[in-house]
């Protein structure tokens, strides 16, 4: 129990959009122990369900809609607000079940999900009944100690997942795009008790540096705090890249940060990893992987037992931290007093930084975005669009533009955040930029490429808390340094939170 109360208190520590530092009476939220004999008995339970069902849980299958209705009753007797969602896949009918813990901030939704379904070979309980149990066991324990989330908590359990993540695309599709943007950050878990185990989280900074790259942003934030769990019980994990495979693609695709754990499927174990781990180099991490020999008895209870307990820290963790407090903020709807060319050293000819309401262009995808975060106007290159894509954009070299000074607070954990997009043509280059100092510092910076980059609305965060105490200044700077390259970017509400 100490060393998981330790974990809790450094992941709340963490500088992250998602997870704030809480107040001393947040010690009494310590994340659980939730019950390896509970979560085995739901697996016992899909077993069960699997066996009088032709052998298998899938999509459009009887046992599918029996394990459904199975979760589905376990959490209306804790007090969740469930939904049987249906849709439609091979002319077969899919539910997915979504479960509602009562209170939180209606807008600040944290979601936890696994896949429910199985393969038609085989009942599934390592794919994916143990991602299912565990979360199922996680929702439980929430209701046995009436937990208070400062997020509004919401579990989910997919259908049709083997079949193309269609339960999730179909949830995630048909939410109107304004309660999709109240959903700010989703955790999944698919195969945590693989028999041969490996200890992989998604690699939400794309720290292991190859494969499909980082996650949206404050993904990062939702590795470190399940990596806080592993730390603290010392077990060593490795980054999985986000690669579509499970139920987290639809989130996102969509800009939603999302994380999550993953003890291996039908992937060799290297000597290195067999070293790191334990188990049989040469060995796939789940040999009946899609077969039917993925019962019960293909479970290993250590790396159940450690993953169940890793979602249970991630839920209490991120759901019950502190909301942040805004310091100061942004969103350009009215004049506050940002400087063009500060300094008088700008080469930019055109598309110098300006704020107002943007026009929309469009060269082989967008480039400027007619639309805004919040509001109807923005901080953008040249906001007009002209006879030609290239009429009012970034020429000649660099723009920039300075926020008033803005005096922070002393003794404060603090953090930058801000809406933005860098956009150009195929024939920029690394040269050309999008830049964020503060006080000459430069604290997030995306560089141009030799490829056409459409204009896409992203999150960007950095940590401040070095500044505490001190008045500061935001320098936002673009460039096309390349040449005749088309090169646009905007920024909307940037803020300060503490």
Same mark, same amino acid.
């Given at each position: 129990?100490?060393?998981?109360?330790?974990?809790?208190?450094?992941?709340?520590?963490?500088?992250?959009?998602?997870?704030?530092?809480?107040?001393?009476?947040?010690?009494?939220?310590?994340?659980?122990?939730?019950?390896?004999?509970?979560?085995?008995?739901?697996?016992?339970?899909?077993?069960?369900?699997?066996?009088?069902?032709?052998?298998?849980?899938?999509?459009?299958?009887?046992?599918?809609?029996?394990?459904? #209705?199975?979760?589905?009753?376990?959490?209306?007797?804790?007090?969740?607000?469930?939904?049987?969602?249906?849709?439609?896949?091979?002319?077969?009918?899919?539910?997915?079940?979504?479960?509602? =813990?009562?209170?939180?901030?209606?807008?600040?939704?944290?979601?936890?999900?696994?896949?429910?379904?199985?393969?038609?070979? !085989?009942?599934?309980?390592?794919?994916?009944?143990?991602?299912?149990?565990?979360?199922?066991?996680?929702?439980?324990?929430?209701?046995?100690?009436?937990?208070?989330?400062?997020?509004?908590?919401?579990?989910?359990?997919?259908?049709?997942?083997?079949?193309?993540?269609?339960?999730?695309?179909?949830?995630? %599709?048909?939410?109107?795009?304004?309660?999709?943007?109240?959903?700010?950050?989703?955790? /999944?878990?698919?195969?945590? !008790?693989?028999? #041969?185990?490996?200890?992989?989280?998604?690699?939400?900074? #794309?720290?292991?540096?190859?494969?499909?790259?980082?996650?949206?942003?404050?993904?990062?934030?939702?590795?470190?705090?399940?990596?806080?769990?592993?730390?603290?019980?010392?077990?060593? %994990?490795?980054?999985?890249?986000?690669? !579509?495979?499970?139920?987290?693609?639809?989130?996102?695709?969509?800009?939603?940060?999302?994380?999550?754990?993953?003890?291996?499927?039908?992937?060799?174990?290297?000597?290195?990893?067999?070293?790191?781990?334990?188990?049989?180099?040469?060995?796939?991490?789940?040999?009946?992987?899609?077969?039917?020999?993925?019962?019960?008895? /293909?479970?290993?209870?250590?790396?159940?037992?450690?993953?169940?307990?890793?979602?249970?820290?991630?839920?209490? %963790?991120?759901?019950?931290?502190?909301?942040?407090?805004?310091?100061?903020?942004?969103?350009?709807?009215?004049?506050?007093?940002w400087t063009v060319n500060p300094s008088g050293t700008d080469t930019a000819t055109t598309g110098q930084w300006e704020r107002g309401d943007p026009a929309a262009t469009t060269s082989s995808g967008a480039k400027q975005l007619g639309t805004t975060v919040s509001g109807v106007n923005d901080l953008v290159t040249g906001r007009l669009a002209g006879a030609a894509a290239g009429d009012?954009?970034?020429?000649?070299?660099?723009?920039?533009?300075?926020?008033?000074?803005?005096?922070?607070?002393?003794?404060?954990?603090?953090?930058?955040?801000?809406?933005?997009?860098?956009?150009?043509?195929?024939?920029?280059?690394?040269?050309?930029?999008?830049?964020?100092?503060?006080?000459?510092?430069?604290?997030?910076?995306?560089?141009?490429?030799?490829?056409?980059?459409?204009?896409? =609305?992203?999150?960007?965060?950095?940590?401040?808390?070095?500044?505490?105490?001190?008045?500061? %200044?935001?320098?936002?700077?673009?460039?096309?340094?390349?040449?005749?390259?088309?090169?646009?970017?905007?920024?909307?509400?940037?803020?300060?939170?503490?």
């Amino acid at each position: 129990m100490k060393a998981r109360l330790l974990a809790a208190l450094a992941a709340l520590s963490l500088v992250a959009p998602l997870v704030h530092a809480a107040p001393a009476s947040a010690v009494r939220l310590a994340p659980p122990n939730i019950s390896l004999a509970n979560v085995k008995a739901h697996l016992t339970q899909f077993q069960t369900i699997a066996t009088s069902n032709g052998g298998n849980r899938a999509h459009g299958r009887p046992g599918y809609l029996a394990s459904a #209705n199975y979760v589905k009753a376990q959490l209306d007797a804790a007090g969740f607000q469930t939904v049987l969602q249906s849709f439609t896949y091979n002319g077969l009918t899919g539910y997915n079940v979504l479960a509602d =813990w009562p209170g939180g901030n209606p807008d600040d939704i944290l979601m936890v999900g696994a896949h429910l379904d199985s393969v038609t070979a !085989g009942p599934g309980i390592n794919d994916n009944g143990s991602g299912s149990a565990a979360i199922l066991e996680t929702a439980l324990e929430v209701s046995r100690q009436a937990l208070q989330p400062t997020k509004h908590l919401r579990f989910a359990w997919w259908g049709a997942e083997e079949l193309g993540l269609r339960g999730s695309q179909h949830y995630v %599709t048909n939410l109107a795009a304004t309660e999709r943007a109240k959903i700010k950050a989703y955790l /999944n878990f698919d195969m945590v !008790g693989s028999p #041969n185990a490996g200890y992989f989280l998604y690699d939400g900074d #794309n720290s292991d540096g190859v494969g499909a790259g980082p996650g949206p942003a404050g993904s990062a934030q939702l590795e470190q705090v399940l990596q806080s769990y592993f730390t603290s019980i010392g077990v060593p %994990t490795r980054g999985t890249d986000f690669d !579509g495979r499970s139920d987290y693609g639809p989130f996102i695709s969509r800009g939603i940060a999302a994380g999550g754990t993953f003890t291996g499927a039908e992937g060799i174990k290297s000597s290195a990893q067999a070293q790191l781990w334990g188990g049989t180099a040469g060995q796939a991490f789940d040999v009946c992987y899609h077969r039917a020999c993925d019962t019960t008895s /293909n479970i290993n209870d250590t790396a159940l037992d450690r993953n169940a307990d890793a979602i249970a820290h991630a839920v209490w %963790t991120i759901s019950t931290a502190t909301p942040p407090v805004t310091v100061w903020s942004d969103d350009f709807e009215a004049a506050t007093g940002w400087t063009v060319n500060p300094s008088g050293t700008d080469t930019a000819t055109t598309g110098q930084w300006e704020r107002g309401d943007p026009a929309a262009t469009t060269s082989s995808g967008a480039k400027q975005l007619g639309t805004t975060v919040s509001g109807v106007n923005d901080l953008v290159t040249g906001r007009l669009a002209g006879a030609a894509a290239g009429d009012h954009d970034i020429d000649g070299g660099v723009t920039s533009v300075q926020s008033p000074p803005i005096s922070l607070p002393s003794g404060a954990t603090l953090t930058l955040s801000l809406s933005w997009y860098l956009a150009h043509g195929s024939n920029a280059s690394s040269t050309d930029f999008f830049r964020v100092k503060v006080n000459g510092t430069t604290v997030f910076q995306q560089l141009g490429a030799a490829s056409d980059r459409d204009g896409a =609305w992203a999150t960007a965060s950095a940590n401040l808390s070095s500044f505490a105490g001190q008045t500061v %200044t935001i320098l936002i700077e673009a460039a096309d340094a390349s040449g005749a390259s088309l090169v646009e970017a905007g920024v909307d509400d940037v803020k300060i939170t503490r």
